[in-house]
Nanobody, 120 residues
Framework: QLQASGGGLVQAGGSLRLSCAAS????????IAWFRQAPGKEREAVAC????????YYADSVKGRFTISSDNAENTVYLQLNSLKIEDTAVYYC???????????????WGQGTQVTVSS
């Protein structure tokens, strides 16, 4: 299971930290990714991380603003969102899968999502 939390309402330029707590599977055997879905749009990858090697990938739209990190002792992955823009408004989902990729069809486990709303 994956439990995403930390979403909320924030003004443009502000910050949030999302958390994704994993349980029920071997954390170190899976790669974790964050996706987001805005109303009327496809779900898109935001970032992904290898918990063991620390390798990360980011969507171009969030590079330099978002940071994904992992706390293996807590089986938790974080997504730090800085310099938020109105277009970052979406439901953010975390997912776990067997390969490190930005492709959503590669992920097996999905969290329930947490809403991030950025206001002007």
């Amino acid at each position: 299971q994956l439990q995403a939390s930390g979403g909320g309402l924030v003004q443009a330029g502000g910050s949030l930290r999302l958390s994704c707590a994993a349980s029920g599977f071997t954390f170190g055997d899976h790669y974790i990714a964050w996706f987001r879905q805005a109303p009327g749009k496809e779900r898109e990858a935001v970032a992904c991380i290898s918990n063991t090697e620390g390798t990360t990938y980011y969507a171009d739209s969030v590079k330099g603003r978002f940071t994904i990190s992992s706390d293996n002792a807590e089986n938790t992955v974080y997504l730090q969102l800085n310099s938020l823009k109105i277009e970052d408004t979406a439901v953010y989902y975390c997912a776990a899968g067997p390969i490190l990729t930005m492709r959503k069809d590669a992920y097996t486990y999905w969290g329930q999502g947490t809403q991030v709303t950025v206001s002007s």
